[in-house]
């Protein structure tokens, strides 16, 4: 019998740290509620804007690298307890900007809460030009 995955503060799941589609694929079927749709949606935009995209869980969170880039990633996802936040690393450099700002001066996020209409095709352009940035090394 399985053992279902620990959820830390907010719901976000705690997933070994993996490269891959399968440990994204876990994290994914681990997030409660309406967030595992939303994970899977953003999983299958992702993987259809960016051919041949890299996968992996680092800190409990999704991350995307653009194909051929190792050890950079240039967008992460995050599970908090009324939304989902996907973070763009170098999203100070995406028009228009996402809407949500962080400390730190390049990062920017897009928050989605239940219920929330998703844009698919103003998300699947931030997706496709932060692919192309310089990624973050973590």
């Not at 997030?31 to 993987?47: E, N, R």
């Amino acid at each position: 019998m399985a053992k279902d995955p620990v959820l830390l503060s907010g719901g976000n799941p705690q997933i070994a740290k993996g490269y891959g589609d399968a440990p994204v694929q876990a994290y994914i079927a681990a997030m409660p509620g309406w967030k595992s749709a939303v994970g899977a949606q953003l999983d299958a935009l992702i993987a259809k804007t960016v051919p041949g995209v890299r996968k992996a869980v680092k800190w409990n969170s999704p991350m995307y690298g653009a194909p051929g880039e190792d050890g950079t990633w240039f967008l992460g996802v995050h599970v908090f307890a009324k939304y989902v936040k996907v973070a763009f690393f170098n999203g100070a450099e995406i028009t228009p900007l996402p809407p949500v700002t962080s400390k730190q001066a390049k990062v920017r996020y897009f928050h989605i809460h239940e219920g929330d209409a998703i844009d698919a095709a103003q998300l699947a352009d931030w997706i496709a030009q932060a692919s192309r940035l310089p990624g973050e090394r973590m």
